[in-house]
């Protein structure tokens, strides 16, 4: 177990997946499904109410009863058995929902922390938490989360919009601009602190439930900017948000002042954020460097736009079209919709090495295809292969064609080290980032993982 003293996870102590609760799930189901258990009674019934004699009056006729009887009893309970799982190979997950956390004499345990150490010079069992042979499709932590909270937890399509009086507020100037929403430097007599309003645009309303009830679910969790009041614009009445007004300098202007420190104490907060969210059933979906706020003042560290974050559930298929390109994970760009939280970590992995090799982007692709030979030409083509056939997923004739096209082998990390940014990219924080930027989003590292990296030792206790 990790060292982390950050104690959020629910130490995955769930002994049996629980694939059964979400309403819109487009897993396979378990094939000992209703109808099965309808049949079985039925055929239980029917041999008991079967009288051997009944078949022939002979010695012969009643001995063949009897033998068919039995045979049909033997074959029934085989059945029976099987699909329940107690007869072994009929039920493939048996090895991962039978064990509380990860069994770590397993071959698929040591296989897979072998995938993930393979480049590591740090110790290995340092810091692995997750669940270590999930099924294909399911994520390493957190993944019943939303399946144990009430529907109202997580069911944000059926919340209703209560909105606060707005006369309190006095609205300033603009601070900030997004796709879906204007910012708003604001004061209320309330609070002895500025604030600011998200103004949505028009039309948004759908989307706003969503934010509104991750943002309550997150609300005081470390970093995660509070929401404050839910209120309607004075002008034109359209939905608002309001939250603690951030003094914070751009990212462009700040982050290459950054020493190694700096970057440190960043990426271990956004952590913090990461592994709260994803500890409450929520991925972020967004993150990159518009989407943090650093307090000028007091340099604290906020997860702001909660706007595409989702809840995750098992099976359930996301939306693809979610984050930033540059920061848009494999999974995304080869269209594979049943990701998880470890989308958040592949976005966290570009931020990093974007700071620790000084490039303002680190994968820039002119589109999405684009983003994902960028990616390719870093990471290799024969991983992302391996990881398309390890996960079955179907290709678009125009993603099929790019990876039979390109040829790129892995890059090692230390060509991207210059006189520049040397005394960034250490040892350990390049070998964090290669833990972060892996094609298989199971072996990349969760965030409790991350924030237990020796990366963050000068920083963790701080
Ligand atoms: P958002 O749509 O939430 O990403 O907000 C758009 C922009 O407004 C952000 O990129 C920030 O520049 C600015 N902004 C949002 N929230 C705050 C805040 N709490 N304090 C200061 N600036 C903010």
Redesign the pocket.
Known sequence: MSSSPYNYSEKYSLPEYNYKSHPKASYEKNSFSIASLHFCKKAIIWIFSLKPRSLSRSTFGVAFGYFFYIFKFICLMYFIFSKLGFLGSSNKNKAATSNIGPNRESPEYKNIVQKIFTTSAIPQDSYLTGEINPPRNMSRVFAHVNEKMPREYWDWENTTLQFSDNSKYIVDEE?????????Y?CKSPEYDFP??M?VFKPERTKRIRREILILKNLKGGPNI?PLIDVIKDQEEGNPT?V??????N?WKKEYPTFDIHQIKKLIFELLKALQYCHSKGIMHR?VKP??V?IDKNTREV?L????LADFYHVGVKNNVRVASRYYKAPEQLVNYQLYDYSLDMWSLGVVLAGLIFRKEFFFKGDSDEDQLVKIMSVLGTDDLRDYIKDYEINLSLDIKKIIEDYEFEKLDWSIFINEENKRLATKEAVDLVDHLLRYDHQTRLTAEEAMAHPFFDEVRNL
């Open positions: 601070v900030g601009r997004g796709k879906f929403s204007n910012v430097k604030l600011v998200k900017i948000l939250f603690p007004y951030i003094d914070n751009h967004d518009h989407n706020c906020w702001i736009d909660w706007g």
